[in-house]
């Protein structure tokens, strides 16, 4: 069974730092693009950032550029999303998800994401 589970979120103070996991079973992430996303109340989900099977990332909302790391570790089959100098614009519910095989590269389209992971609350606030 395929799945996706993401962990690391919580409470951190402005200019804080949050290290997101996204640990997959039934499938090896690295053969897959994966992207994470995140949703913020009364909003639509968001792209943030996705990390293709090569290895290489991409970053697309300006406003986490510089700020948002994507990485993977194959031997934990996990890809994390490490958050510095974090805003209270930055809370919301992030998400990772596998990009569906048809589709050859990175995007933020959600629609052409077949998996995802229950979400990890990330709340910035002082």
């Known amino acids: 069974q395929l799945q996706l589970v993401e962990s690391g979120g919580g409470l951190v103070q402005p200019g804080g730092s949050l290290r997101l996991s996204c640990a997959a079973s039934?499938?090896?992430?690295?053969?897959?693009?994966i992207g994470w996303f995140r949703q913020a109340p009364g909003k639509e989900r968001e792209g943030v950032s996705c990390i293709r099977s090569s290895g290489v990332s991409i970053i697309y909302p300006d406003s986490v550029k510089g700020r948002f790391t994507i990485s993977r570790d194959n031997a934990k089959n996990t890809v994390y999303l490490q958050m510095n100098s974090l805003k209270p614009e930055d809370t919301a519910v992030y998400y990772c998800?596998?990009?569906?095989?048809?589709?050859?590269?990175?995007?933020?389209?959600?629609?052409?994401?077949?998996?995802w992971g229950q979400g990890t609350q990330v709340t910035v606030s002082s």
């Open positions: 998800a596998r990009l569906a095989p048809r589709y050859l590269h990175c995007s933020g389209a959600v629609e052409e994401y077949d998996y």
């Open positions: 039934g499938f090896t992430l690295d053969l897959h693009h």
